[in-house]
């Protein structure tokens, strides 16, 4: 069987370095971690490289063995629980063993309680719901975190200038509403790529508990945005074979939760269309809200965009995010974007659209449906001659 053996991991000034191979091959994780932060760094166990990997391991057929020791309760919630969970349904997986000695869970030095920061919808929900003044201390978020471990990738570039954007409106709401800010970067994910393409999609959920484990000491709690209700958990990739983390990443958050350290699936009890509608007069996110997969500012036309401003439209709200949008031409560009809602509820079959098409019933009268027909046809014969 094939094999991923970690070798060694230790501090240097920022940076937590991983030894490990992989089919033989010498691979260097390094991770960079923020100054306030580093001195939590954990050199003792193999926990987070196990995490990160894991999904990569299942997928291509990988163990894992180490000299350093694994969390005991890791092991078995592992072993007992996820791996077996996701082997179920998907007979390709690896039912991948760990093979390592084990130790007793860390204990907690500080009292950080986190979530992290995109200034999405998720996210900007999960800042609202634990920053309320009638949550309890123990509950309230205190500390903000930015995670650069592939959620941009491009090609072998650590940085692209849609990260370096993100990064800096993040440290921005940070410093505005006053909570710590938690910077990780790592190239964990462009060594995935060495081997096989690296998916996003399927590892998020997990490159984010790489982060955390690699400073646990610190953390007593830590909420991760959801994109997904409870309604749509699954364990059962897509018709393109994707099986995407957030839809279970309820069970991840669960079997990641060791010792005194809590991970929760935060904003699972709503939907996207919900959320939106809990943050219309969120200030914050009426300054901070960025959603773009293409720039660092919104550019109106991507298709997270486009499902934003329609979303926020068909909730009333589409005058409050003039800071974040341009929402003068969205008006003025109208027929485009109830085009675009109208072919993709109705013949792409698109989930999102489907739950806000009702809103703009009056408006798609047949005549308008008419109207995006032909001009859809029009677009396509265009492209073909």
Do not use: W
């Not at 920022?14 to 001195?39: A, C, M, V, W, Y």
């Not at 486009?306 to 409050?320: C, E, N, P, Y």
């Amino acid at each position: 069987m094939k094999e991923i053996h970690i070798k060694s991991i230790k501090k240097e000034s920022f940076f937590i370095i991983g030894e490990l191979t992989i089919d033989g091959n010498i691979e260097i994780i390094k991770t960079e971690i923020s100054e306030e932060f580093i001195q939590y760094a954990v050199t003792d166990r193999i926990d987070a490289f196990v995490i990160g990997l894991l999904m990569f391991a299942m997928k291509n057929g990988y163990d894992f063995t180490s000299d350093l020791p694994i969390t005991d309760e890791l092991k078995y919630n592992l072993d007992y629980h996820l791996i077996p969970a996701l082997c179920g349904p998907n007979p390709t997986f690896h039912r991948t063993h760990i093979k390592a000695p084990t130790i007793s869970p860390i204990k907690r030095v500080a009292e950080i309680i986190a979530t992290g920061i995109s200034c999405g919808i998720d996210s900007l929900y999960t800042i609202q719901q634990h920053s309320a003044t009638d949550l309890p201390d123990c509950r309230r978020i205190n500390t903000l975190a930015f995670f650069n471990v592939g959620s941009s990738m491009k090609g072998g570039d650590l940085h692209t200038s849609l990260v370096d954007g993100r990064y800096k409106l993040a440290k921005r709401f940070a410093q505005e509403y006053n909570y710590t800010f938690l910077f990780v970067e790592s190239n964990l994910h462009l060594i995935i790529n060495k081997y096989v393409p690296y998916s996003h999609i399927e590892n998020h959920t997990y490159m984010a508990l790489f982060c955390l484990n690699q400073i646990l000491p610190c953390m007593k709690a830590y909420y991760y945005s959801s994109g997904y209700p409870y309604s749509k958990f699954s364990l059962y990739p897509n018709r393109q074979g994707v099986l995407a983390c957030a839809h279970y990443d309820l069970l991840l958050m669960f079997c990641a939760s060791v010792g005194e350290i809590k991970f929760y699936s935060s904003g699972s009890d709503k939907s996207r269309l919900e959320k939106t509608r809990t943050l219309l007069d969120y200030e914050p996110a009426q300054k901070y809200l960025n959603v773009c997969v293409n720039e660092a500012k919104n550019d109106g036309i991507c298709f997270k965009c486009i499902r934003t401003l329609l979303t926020i439209d068909a909730l009333g709200g589409i005058d409050k995010f003039s800071k974040v949008f341009d929402i003068d031409s969205y008006k003025h560009n109208r027929f485009f974007y109830l085009k675009r809602l109208y072919i993709d509820a109705k013949f792409k079959n698109d989930e999102y659209y489907k739950e806000i098409i009702p809103y703009f019933k009056h408006e798609l009268t047949f005549s308008m449906k008419l109207s995006f027909f032909f001009s859809a046809l029009f677009n396509h014969l265009r492209a073909i001659f």
